[in-house]
């Protein structure tokens, strides 16, 4: 029997997608599991990972190995406390600084994180007067005013925070958009901001920290579950829309933003995505209780990786991706294939083919594990073509495909 070919994970999820496995993928590194809380949103700055752990409130991982992370802090005040969105921010001569948002508290809190292995609770702490109906508050700063802090507060719509000079005060007024806000994107230049959930999406241009928004058109009809979004660049916004994947909203003309069908299918039920413009620009996708999805700038998927946990965020860091796996932190490294045309991966209608390069061998034998470092040895079938298919594939766990050329030996 000749040497493995290659072998990608598959399962019930993967089915109904369109598309093909390209040469790169997101290699798995290091991580640790079984978090004393719930890994539900994931901020990095330097070698320092923050979660946002729930009922834990806070930890801090130190990931300058990233095939071996290390929990090395933690703050868990007094009372009860479910923290659901979290980010870094530098705030010059004032420190560094990470802001939690808690859901249990309906609250918004600052902690000073300058020193990484010893995070100080802030006297700041803002009420964020939110109804939590189990999707929490999501925190994003604006990268180029990095004074801004937004969040979106279901409820209440969208707050805007000015934190730098200090004291910290919020902006006013706040923006209701007529729905329960889950999530926003802001555009490069931080002075607009498209918000999205229940199925609508509207912008809001804020000029100033005090002083009027401009409130742009409301489109609804949308796919229902808003998770999280991004911008790509300053014309596309890009939702991860749970079991409708990802959706695309063109904003070139801020007052006309135009819905742009059909979705995108990530494998799963999309819940948060995060994007880098190295490598040509790069998409990953966390897919609750799925794998993580890899796309590139036109949408095109390129790549399916397994998770140990169940991606609750997603953030680059050069070339790794940091996942907030609800039980785990996971770090992944971009990585191109030795052999981009060794082995495509496509989706047939409810069914798996397997396709790969033809290398002269007589026979191909399939081979399928639910452990992706197993031994391989349950047979499922074999060809004399360079293609396989697997009907009926659905399957739970996961499964593993291997592709080993045989020449009748």
Same mark, same amino acid.
């Given at each position: ?10 399962? !019930?999820?993967?089915? *109904? ?7 790169? !993928?997101?290699? %798995? ?9 719930? $890994? ?9 990972? #923050? ?20 929990? /090395?802090?933690?703050?868990? %005040?007094?009372?009860?406390? =479910?923290?659901?969105? @979290? ?28 020193? %990484? ?41 969208? +707050? ?13 007024? #706040? ?15 931080? #002075? ?22 401009? /409130? +742009? ?16 660049? $300053? ?40 994007? &880098? ?13 799925? %794998?993580?999805?890899?796309? =590139? ?35 992944? +490294? ?13 989706? =047939?209608?409810?069914? @798996?083919?397997? &396709? ?13 594990? !639910?452990?992706?470092?197993? !031994? ?6 074999? *060809?004399?073509?360079?293609? #396989? +298919? ?20």
């Amino acid at each position: 029997m000749k040497n493995l070919i290659h072998f990608l994970a598959l399962g !019930t999820l993967f089915l *109904t997608l369109s598309g093909f496995v390209s040469g790169e !993928t997101l290699e %798995p590194l290091g991580y640790i599991c079984g978090l004393p809380g719930e $890994a539900c949103a994931v901020t990095v700055y330097g070698n320092h990972a #923050y979660i946002a752990e729930g009922l834990h409130f806070l930890s801090v991982f130190d990931i300058s190995d990233p095939l071996n992370p290390q929990r /090395v802090a933690e703050l868990n %005040p007094a009372g009860n406390h =479910d923290t659901k969105g @979290i980010v870094f921010q530098y705030a010059q001569s004032a420190g560094n600084f990470v802001w939690l948002g808690d859901a249990e508290r309906d609250s918004l809190y600052r902690i000073n994180v300058s020193d %990484p292995l010893h995070p100080v609770m802030d006297e700041y702490r803002w009420p964020l007067l939110s109804t939590y109906d189990g999707i929490g508050i999501s925190v994003k700063t604006n990268t180029d005013d990095q004074s801004a802090v937004y969040v979106a507060c279901e409820s209440t719509g969208l +707050r805007k925070f000015r934190s730098w000079p200090l004291p910290p005060q919020e902006c006013a007024p #706040y923006e209701n958009a007529g729905f329960n806000v889950v999530s926003f994107a802001l555009t490069p230049n931080g #002075y607009r901001v498209w918000m999205g959930g229940q199925g609508c999406f509207r912008g809001l241009d804020y000029l100033a920290c005090v002083g009027y928004d401009l /409130v +742009r058109p409301l489109i609804c009809g949308l796919p229902p579950e808003f998770r999280d979004a991004v911008m790509p660049n $300053a014309n596309e916004v890009w939702i991860a829309a749970g079991d409708s994947g990802i959706y695309k909203i063109n904003v070139t003309n801020p007052e006309i933003p135009t819905p742009i069908r059909p979705c995108t299918p990530t494998g799963g039920f999309a819940t948060a995505l995060d994007w &880098t413009a190295a490598f040509g620009g790069r998409l990953v996708v966390g897919n609750l209780n799925g %794998p993580l999805a890899l796309f =590139d700038g036109s949408m095109n998927r390129l790549a399916l990786i397994p998770t140990r946990g169940s991606p609750q965020d997603v953030e680059w860091k050069d070339d790794l991706v940091i996942v907030a796996s609800f039980t785990c932190l996971e770090i992944f +490294r971009w990585s191109p294939f030795d052999s981009p045309e060794e082995l495509v991966i496509a989706v =047939d209608g409810p069914d @798996i083919v397997l &396709t790969w390069l033809d290398d002269g061998s007589p026979v191909y034998r399939i081979y399928q594990d !639910t452990n992706p470092e197993g !031994t391989f040895d349950n047979y499922v079938g074999s *060809t004399t073509t360079n293609s #396989y +298919r697997i009907e009926d594939g659905a399957s739970s766990p996961l499964l593993f495909y291997v592709v080993k050329a045989w020449d009748g030996h």
